[in-house]
T-cell receptor, first 112, second 112 residues
Framework: DAGITQSPRHKVTETGTPVTLRCHQT?????MYWYRQDPGHGLRLIHY???????DKGEVSDGYSVSRSKTEDFLLTLESATSSQTSVYFCAIREQGLETQYFGPGTRLLVL | GENVEQHPSTLSVQEGDSAVIKCTYSDSASNYFPWYKQELGKRPQLIID?????GEKKDQRIAVTLNKTAKHFSLHITETQPEDSAVYFC???????????FGTGTKLQVIP
């Protein structure tokens, strides 16, 4: 697997609490993405980054923010978690000039 | 934006039979079409892809066909084996940082 890790791998939290998920890559790829995966919806893009400090919204960005202060790290923050944000979150990376995205192992988040 | 529809949502086949999964897309600018396989509890992994200048591509028991005029592409798995059981996602990429749209997935079950 491409050098992508996600932490934590599992998390249970309560409604209203902030949550930060981390994606770390060792590939030095320019592009990084956060997706959520829910039954019947496939993979939906939350936010993406095209460089350090360069980020933009995807199709389901409400309630989420991101930051990328270093090439290797892309953080996803749920400012105030809601039950609708219970999901599996995948990070992906892509090398500049190539199309293929490689996924991290995922984080399973349960918001009670 | 791009819309990718994938059918069927579930598919059961006998071991040794063929399986076909079909996807349609809406954006005529899409020019790259990857297929991902996701085993239970694992990350999506690229199994095959095709670019718009090619009509068909094969890799051992897996093949993908593309009809740009009709805006549809298909995954064909021949001589299915139990280890082919997984969820398969198609996607369409129209270029740029974030222009990958995924289908909703097909759960393939290969019955021994």
């Amino acid at each position: 697997d491409a050098g992508i890790t996600q932490s934590p791998r599992h998390k249970v939290t309560e409604t209203g609490t902030p949550v930060t998920l981390r994606c770390h890559q060792t590939e030095n790829h320019r592009y990084m993405y956060w997706y959520r995966q829910d039954p019947g919806h496939g993979l939906r893009l939350i936010h993406y980054s095209y460089g350090v400090k360069d980020t933009d919204k995807g199709e389901v960005s409400d309630g989420y923010s991101v930051s990328r202060s270093k090439t290797e790290d892309f953080l996803l923050t749920l400012e105030s978690a809601t039950s609708s944000q219970t999901s599996v979150y995948f990070c992906a990376i892509r090398e500049q000039g190539l199309e293929t995205q490689y996924f991290g192992p995922g984080t399973r988040l349960l918001v009670l | 934006g791009e819309n990718v529809e994938q059918h069927p949502s579930t598919l059961s086949v006998q071991e040794g039979d063929s399986a076909v999964i079909k996807c349609t897309y809406s954006d005529s600018a899409s020019n790259y079409f990857p297929w991902y396989k996701q085993e239970l509890g694992k990350r999506p992994q690229l199994i095959i892809d095709i670019r718009s200048n090619v009509g068909e591509k094969k890799d051992q028991r897996i093949a993908v066909t593309l009809n740009k005029t009709a805006k549809h592409f298909s995954l064909h798995i021949t001589e299915t084996q139990p280890e082919d059981s997984a969820v398969y996602f198609c996607a369409a990429d129209s270029g740029g940082y974030q222009k990958v749209t995924f289908g909703t997935g097909t759960k393939l079950q290969v019955i021994p």
